[in-house]
């Protein structure tokens, strides 16, 4: 079965903190895509990054950070110097190959307080 | 290029009455997916088209709920009759759906339904 968890359902930190958001998934395909949204409190999905399987490269985008581990089924999502616009809800997904739908995680609420 | 269009944004309605729910997805888009969110049960898929044809609709709670791609430019979600439990949030999304290249969905700002 394919499964997302984020065990983490909401994380409250002061603006500049860094924070990690843990994503821990469960297939047994060996091709495999997991992403990570952001929704932020105007409601819209927007998506953040995306990774295959094969390419366990941790990525960094300005304050954001991936940090993608087959060993331990975990794609981590890390926010640097955290900013009260960081505020939102954060969903981490899975999608194995041959399949278009996404498995979404539960969602993480992050909360950055001035 | 405008993203996934949705209409309305929100819609209130009374228990028992006919609810559509419509979107555009983007252009050249071959997948169109829609989605439901609640507090209880998170973001769930209730169907997804590819090429206008229904492709899995496992998600789809029950018959009051139906869906439909008449074009390649736009799908309906229909509840009739409509419960107070359907009361969520229902997001549309497409994918560019490339062979052999693994893309991402675009949502589209969803349609906030509440029954009463």
Known sequence: AQKVTQAQTEISVVEKEDVTLDCVYETRDTTYYLFWYKQPPSGELVF?????????????????????????????????????????VYFCALRFQGAQKLVFGQGTRLTINP | DAGVIQSPRHEVTEMGQEVTLRCKPISGHDYLFWYRQTMMRGLELLIYFNNNVPIDDSGMPEDRFSAKMPNASFSTL???????????????????????????????????????
């Open chain 1, 48 to 88: 953040l990054i995306r990774r295959n399987s094969f390419d366990e490269q941790n990525e960094i985008s300005g304050r954001y950070s991936w940090n993608f581990q087959k060993s331990t089924s975990s794609f981590n999502f890390t926010i640097t110097a955290s900013q009260v616009v960081d505020s939102a």
């Open chain 2, 78 to 116: 229909k509840i009739q009759p409509s419960e107070p439990r359907d009361s969520a949030v229902y997001f549309c999304a497409s994918d560019l759906g490339l062979a052999g290249v693994f893309n991402e969905q675009f949502f589209g700002p969803g349609t906030r339904l509440t029954v009463l």
